[in-house]
């Protein structure tokens, strides 16, 4: 099993957001842990240069949140259901 492979367990996390995350310094499911996914998408904003979609920001939260608990709602394993919230 790769780096890559074991991010691509978290739901919603695809072979281009396991990089992004390899690129963070992000190599497995547990660094993932407690972390800040605006923090991470900001960072991941600069290390690219340029805006990076909103939906990677969605995804990163499921991410984080999948990290982090032992027992995840399978609800919440949905990237769709981290969108912003409207005003």
Not at 9 to 28: F, N, Q
Not at 43 to 70: E, G, I
Request: proline share 6%.
């Amino acid at each position: 099993m790769t780096t890559l492979d074991d991010l691509e367990r978290i739901p919603g996390v695809g072979k281009s957001i396991a990089e992004d995350l390899h690129h963070l310094g992000i190599t497995a499911v547990g660094q993932l842990k407690g972390r800040d996914p605006e923090e991470l998408y900001e960072r991941l904003c600069c290390f690219k240069a340029s805006p990076v979609d909103r939906c990677v920001l969605y995804v990163l939260r499921c991410a984080v949140y999948c990290a982090s608990t032992d027992d995840p709602d399978p609800e919440r394993l949905k990237w769709g259901n981290w969108k912003d919230k409207e005003a």
